[in-house]
């Protein structure tokens, strides 16, 4: 059974049911069920055609779940359009129920939930992370923007800043290792690029290239992180970096500053840096500076916060720090890299372990944890 070529079928799916007039909440429910049916059936008998499989299967769940006297007479209606036997036509419409999924009755933070756990892939636990916010919190936000869509003809989409967010969340959640998602946001944002002439798709898609380029750099062999400084930079892909600049150029050139072109513009300057000694640490703090003014973000303080511990010293990047709210995501591990940085071993020991604690992976705790082993080692020396 190949459970990612199911995943990669559930869009286009879903996307034929509600064209046919399901609401999206019952489009939903019925493709899960076409796809636990074929989990059971296909080891047995695989299809040939397996999307046809799975639309019509979906279909009939859609119909069967249809029950009142007013939806069964439009049931009657539905069979008729029922989608002919054979073959599927093989249309990528996933970026179309990206753009669906993001409906004008929704508010931009529900449009981008709701379509990062229905089309995305992202678990509730991982958009949780993604927003800052409990996991309950964002179940009860999906929920209730799903009960909004209910019922609702999807034939008006989104706004294209939504799809942006959530195409950039896609990427950083496949970038981080948990699920490989950043080749398919990289397509998907190649196709929004072709097809809508705007800045920042132009400068979301030079950042996925610029991190992209740097991933096989990113772990040792054994699966460790490897920091930024200390990777091995003749792996990174030079074509991808090329490509990445040249766009992202491009679209500085046309004045429209957006987030994402600033943090592509960051992206583009540790990847100019032929050695970790040699990056422009000052123009990063510059390039901060205005994500932080465009964002108003915490986790964009928070990484400043980092780039001046290395543009003017750790002391400074610390006051920076302090700032900011000890509870952010990465706060401790921030702290213990400048104390470390400062010279308070045991400081950034303890602060390393106690990062390593709220750690969102098994990688990240790892390698926080080897930091605090290290230094402690040093102290005993």
């Known amino acids: 059974m190949n459970e990612a070529l199911l995943r990669s079928l559930t869009p286009s799916v879903l996307t034929v049911l509600v064209r046919r007039g399901a609401d999206f909440a019952a489009a939903e429910d019925a493709v899960q069920d076409a796809l636990v049916e074929a989990l059971r059936v296909w080891p047995a008998d695989p299809p040939r055609d397996a999307k046809g499989w799975l639309v019509t299967v979906a279909w009939r769940k859609f119909l ?111 970038y981080s290792g948990d699920v490989d998602l950043a080749a398919e946001a990289i397509r998907l944002t190649r196709q929004l690029a072709a097809a809508i002439d705007h800045p920042e798709v132009a400068g979301l898609l030079a950042l996925m290239l610029l991190h992209h380029a740097r991933r096989a750099a990113r772990t040792a062999p054994d699966g460790s992180l ?74 964009v303080r928070l990484n400043r916060a980092v780039a001046v511990g290395e543009a003017d010293g750790p002391r400074a990047g610390l006051a920076a720090l302090a700032a900011l709210d000890a509870s952010l995501p990465r706060h401790a591990a921030v702290a213990a890299y400048l104390h470390e940085r400062d010279g308070d071993l045991a400081k950034a020991a303890r602060l390393y372990a106690e990062a390593a604690h709220k750690a969102p992976n098994l990688a990240e705790r790892d390698h926080l944890t080897s930091q605090a082993a290290r230094l402690n080692a040093r102290r005993c020396r």
């Open 64 to 174: 069967d779940a249809t029950r009142s006297d007013a939806a069964r007479r439009r049931r009657e209606d539905l069979v008729e359009e029922e989608p002919p036997r054979g073959p599927a036509p093989a249309v990528d419409d996933t970026l179309q129920l990206y753009f669906l999924c993001a409906h004008p009755s929704l508010t931009p933070s529900s449009g981008v939930a709701l379509t990062l756990r229905a089309v995305g892939g992202l678990t509730t636990r991982q958009i949780a992370r993604a927003y800052l916010v409990p996991e309950a919190t964002m179940a009860q936000r999906i929920s209730r923007a799903k009960r909004t869509v209910s019922g609702v003809r999807f034939d008006r989409p989104g706004d294209v800043a939504t799809v942006l967010r959530v195409l950039y969340l896609v990427f950083n959640e496949g």
């Open 226 to 299: 490897v920091p930024l400084a200390e990777q091995d930079r003749s792996r990174w892909e030079t074509k991808s970096i090329a490509e990445g600049v040249e766009i992202l150029q491009a679209a500085l050139a046309r004045d429209r500053l957006g987030e994402f072109q600033a943090q592509a513009a960051i992206a583009a300057l540790h990847a100019d840096a032929p050695t970790a000694e040699e990056t422009d640490w000052v123009q990063i703090v510059e390039w901060y500076d205005e994500l932080a003014r465009l964002t108003d973000s915490p986790v």
